[in-house]
């Protein structure tokens, strides 16, 4: 069994994706900062008949998050998909104006170093599986910048050409590299933004491995 490693495994979309990767086959590896939070997600997972378990990891702390994977590797099987999605912190979404230097970095931490410290570990995992899917979660501030959400504008396009690299240098391989950009947020009962249709999007971006951008829904202008 091959595991699946959710980083930023919350009750929305984190539980989704379990969900719906875990009926694969996956086993599922929940990684948050509340050990308390994950290891709840992970008993409803188990009582439902999947295999979970959850570790504790603030993905600014890139120490804690490699223990994490690699932990999770060794206990629940290789990691051969690794999703990228925690939920940005509110200090990130402040406008340009009102943003200090500790505000970037530390989104910048959360939304560059988090993901390259996470691929980074377990990209050998997947080279030596022979296979490996790595999905990467964006707003739309990723591909629109908006000075009313500075952090995130700054820190999530520093992701997106990270993960436009990561991409570049893997096509050739049978490891595949995507990212969804879901403009506007997470929305519960939407047709198109709810978490399990976003769960059934990124399933089909790993089956089906084709672009590396695909969006939940249209772009939306952001006023300036």
Known sequence: MTTFAIIGAGRQLGEALARRFGREGFSL????????????????????GLTAKGYAANVRDTDALIAALDLAAQELGPIEVLS????????????????????????????VLGPVAAVHQ???????????????????????????????????????AYAEMLDQALRDTDIHVAQLIIPGGIIPGDEKKDPQVLAELLWKMHAERGEFR???????VQPY
């Open 29 to 48: 590896a929940l990684i948050s900062r509340s050990q308390q939070h994950v290891d709840e997600l992970a008993a409803d997972l188990a009582a439902d």
């Open 84 to 111: 990228y999605n925690p939920l940005p912190q509110k200090e990130f979404l402040r406008p340009l104006l009102e943003s200090t230097v500790y505000d970037i970095k530390s989104a910048v931490e959360f939304s």
């Open 122 to 160: 377990v990209l050998q995992g997947m080279r030596v599986l022979g296979r490996g899917t790595i999905l990467f979660v964006n707003g739309g501030s990723a591909v629109q910048p908006v000075q009313h959400f500075a952090g995130t504008s700054i820190a999530f396009a520093g992701e997106t």
């Open 214 to 220: 695909t969006y939940a829904t249209e772009l939306e």
